[in-house]
């Protein structure tokens, strides 16, 4: 006997349409909404954060660099790398301090850095695709 033949199997089948329907509009409208508001939530607070962090480095010696990259990695609960201009034009510049104890591997030439330096003092941002990780 034909399972659809029965109100129950149509209710049922009925139901799992509607319950599929609803995830894919989850999926489509909600998931990218709440993505783009968390992004740009922590954008804010890390530009509220970097004028701070900045005069913390403008008042720390050469000794204490590495203390104060760490303590506003902490506080920013982001990570925090000091880069050095090598040169201005074209922008060529070195990792310093990185907040990552493992490598800097990952930023060294990361696009956005020489586009902040000529955009400065004005902040930049984006999204950097390093192998399969945004």
Request: net charge neutral.
């Amino acid at each position: 006997m034909n399972p659809l033949r029965s109100v129950g199997g149509r209710l049922g089948l009925g139901l799992a349409l509607v319950v599929a329907g609803a995830l894919v509009l989850v999926d489509l409208i909600v998931v990218p909404s709440l993505e783009r508001n968390l992004i740009k939530a922590k954008l804010n607070r890390l530009r509220e954060a970097a004028p701070a962090i900045g005069s913390q480095l403008l008042n720390s010696s050469g000794y204490t660099v590495d203390d104060t990259i760490r303590e506003a990695s902490d506080s920013a609960d982001a990570r925090v790398v000091y880069f050095r201009v090598l040169t201005y034009n074209p922008p060529k510049l070195v990792v310093y301090v990185d907040s990552n104890p493992v490598t800097s591997a990952d930023v060294e030439d990361d696009p956005l850095v020489p586009k902040a330096v000529a955009a400065y003092p004005r902040p930049v941002s984006g999204t950097v695709s390093s192998g399969r990780e945004r």
